[in-house]
């Protein structure tokens, strides 16, 4: 039996295929690792579900950024909490767990795709994973609940971007008095962070800001994400040569913090703010922009 060809000539038609995120993916059904990693970080991202089994996930207890766990074989009970989102299922080498799961969801009306290869292509293709002990405990909704001190400026801004955008997208950010943290983080069963204190594990050490501890301890020390954190270290300890970009970053965190009255509605113009400052590193570092300097027709 003959291959269809595209009509670029160039590659079969069963090759070819445009996902929801915009990625072209290698098969149907599937997208791959480094074409998931280029979408995990923004908020493109899709809904990452991992579904190893106890014993693959206890063989290898880290998490692809982002991912949150769920058993394979409740899927059907567990399907509707995802309706209208994306998702991309994630298994130890994505056969039949990662498409099990990807079918059922598709059958309840949810876009699902695996990842090719699952955590073991990940793994070979040296992207970074989230060991599951640094993650805290969830509530009964599966979402991490953080506390620090209101009215933030810059470590309290990026770190809850860091949580949302590479290790969990639902975790919850109470914002209360400096007095009031550590209280509230016992009766509320949150993690203190950008505090003092003697318990409080997210914080700054040294010459490093809570920001760049996270992304250490996270294992996401990527170059990007390190990039990012000289910038933010600069801004955020009054050390603007660290980075030219640092003193941007002051200006605008401290022209938020002057908008916005409520914390929370700060926050998520924040997110924006450090959505831009990580495209940068990530994609246009090398980029310039000039007015042109000759005249039309010159």
């Known amino acids: 039996m003959g291959i269809a060809i595209s009509p670029r000539g160039d590659m079969p038609k069963h090759r070819i295929r445009s996902n929801l995120y915009g990625c072209t993916m290698s098969s149907f059904n599937t997208i791959s690792a480094e074409k998931l990693a280029r979408l995990i970080?923004?908020?493109?991202?899709?809904?990452?579900?991992?579904?190893r089994t106890d014993e693959d996930f206890d063989s290898d207890p880290?998490?692809?950024?982002?991912?949150m766990r769920r058993p394979f074989a409740t899927v059907p009970d567990w399907a509707h909490e995802f309706t209208g989102k994306s998702l991309v299922v994630i298994c130890q080498k994505g056969l039949k767990l990662s498409h099990g799961v990807a079918a059922w969801l598709r059958h309840a009306g949810i876009p699902a795709d695996s990842l090719e290869g699952g955590t073991l292509a990940w793994a070979q293709a040296d992207?970074?994973?989230?060991?599951i002990a640094r993650i805290p405990s969830r509530d009964e909704q599966g979402r991490t609940i953080w506390v620090t001190r209101s009215r933030p400026?810059?470590?309290r801004i990026a770190c809850p971007w860091l949580i949302r955008r590479f290790v969990d997208?639902?975790?919850v950010f109470l914002f209360v008095p400096t007095s009031e943290v550590q209280a509230v983080a016992e009766r509320f069963a949150a993690t203190p962070f950008d505090i003092e204190g003697d318990n409080v594990s997210w914080s700054h050490r040294g010459e490093l800001c809570t920001f760049d501890v996270m992304v250490e301890e996270f294992g996401l020390a990527t170059k990007p994400l390190k990039q990012l954190a000289a910038?933010?270290?600069?801004a955020d300890t009054a050390r603007?040569?660290?980075?030219?970009?640092a003193a941007g970053l002051l200006a605008a965190s401290l022209g938020l913090s002057r908008m916005y009255a409520d914390d929370l509605a700060?926050?998520?113009?924040?997110?924006?703010?450090?959505?831009?400052?990580?495209?940068?590193?990530?994609?246009?570092t090398d980029e310039t922009h000039n007015w042109p300097s000759k005249k039309p027709g010159a």
Request: proline share 12%.
């Open 41 to 51: 970080g923004t908020p493109k991202c899709p809904i990452l579900i991992d579904v």
């Open 62 to 67: 880290r998490l692809i950024p982002g991912s």
């Open 127 to 131: 992207l970074p994973t989230v060991p």
């Open 153 to 155: 400026k810059i470590d």
């Open 169 to 171: 997208p639902n975790a």
């Open 231 to 234: 910038i933010v270290r600069g």
């Open 240 to 245: 603007l040569d660290l980075a030219p970009e």
């Open 266 to 284: 700060q926050l998520e113009a924040g997110l924006l703010l450090y959505d831009a400052f990580y495209r940068w590193c990530r994609d246009a």
